[in-house]
């Protein structure tokens, strides 16, 4: 199998549902960042062979071939969107890795994008004459309704051992990093729409949180809104290519990190966590003390906690330029963002260091991915 190396890897500043990319549509979002790639490996347009982008939201078509087109792209580059909802982004780097370790592939663009904003409204069509149509937020996630919870009731079971108060704690801290690493986090983004930073990170306090609205309550535990991710848009893209492209960027003095794992997982169709959980449990990782750098979904500050908890990390660890608490879920590129975020902090580190991102979606999947810095 030959190798595959992330060779670039850029993003849009995240913005909440209705911010400064309201009017600004997925494939707009995504295609200054596929050229930001381009550009700073060096790679002309007509060299890639192919784009895989995730989406979830944008009702059919093919985001990453419009993408495509609209980033410059020649028209013989074939393009292909990936839904595994949360996991999309994510997902779509691992199949570009996948093309390139069997050699159907020399370079790939790969990541996500979503518009809570753009997204259109969906419904189901009458099934009898004169019936209206039924329109709906989310499709089911799993065939079965008595296992298909809304997925602030799973966060909310995901939460329980843990108080408002720790996971307050927890959503202040992944806050305070992203602001503590705001200059070198600006420094990955394309600007898009006059944004060039993250706009829902604050300086997240205690009285705050308190006074946050309590979202649901499962048993003796509550999640309240500033312990679950908001809705957000954002574009998040790396470029993945074979080993001589791999030397070339190294000869250049640039940072490449070779993707030593990369796999989805499937779990309990109704508890994304517990398939997280899984995912982590069932993945060839050394132990954490090896690992330099670990990005982690922070769906909800408990599902962050627990799974940690359940991994053996200290949630001191992770994100170090802040997590989704602090920049927003923009569902198909979330874990092309936590990517992103690895491969920057990487370059950050010594040759040879270890980092990871891991994510869970909807109907019990999770993705994750280990990149060693070159």
Known sequence: MNPAFL??????????????????????????????CLDDAGVAPHEVDHVLLGNALSGGGNVARLAALAAGLSESVPALTVDTQCC???????????????????????????????????????????????????????????????????????????????????????????????????????????????????????ALCARAPVLHREGASELDAAGVAVEADAAAVVLVGAQGWADRRRQGGHPVAEVSFARSFGGAADNPPEALDDALARAPLPDWREISVVELMEASAGQALTTCARAGLDPASINRGGGALARGHPIGASGAILAVRQFHELAREAPGMLGLSAIAAAGGLASVLMLQRL
């Open 88 to 206: 999309s982004g994510l997902d779509a780097i691992q199949l570009a890795a996948c093309l390139v370790q069997s050699g159907a592939a020399r370079l790939v663009l790969a990541g996500g994008v979503e518009s809570f904003s753009r997204s259109p409204l969906r419904g189901t069509r009458p099934k009898a004459k004169g019936e209206a149509p039924v329109f709906y937020d989310r499709p089911p996630f799993t065939p079965w309704p008595a296992r298909d919870p809304d997925m602030i009731e799973v966060l909310a079971r995901a939460a329980q051992g843990y108080s408002r108060e720790r996971q307050a704690e927890f959503a202040i801290a992944s806050h305070a990093r992203a602001l503590a690493a705001r200059e070198r986090l600006e420094a990955e983004i394309v600007p898009v729409a006059g944004l060039a930073f993250d706009s829902f990170t604050r300086a997240l306090t205690p």
């Open 7 to 36: 060779l670039a890897a850029r993003r849009t500043a995240v913005a909440p549902r209705g911010g400064a990319f309201r009017a600004v549509e997925a494939h707009d979002l995504a295609a200054p960042v596929l050229r930001a």
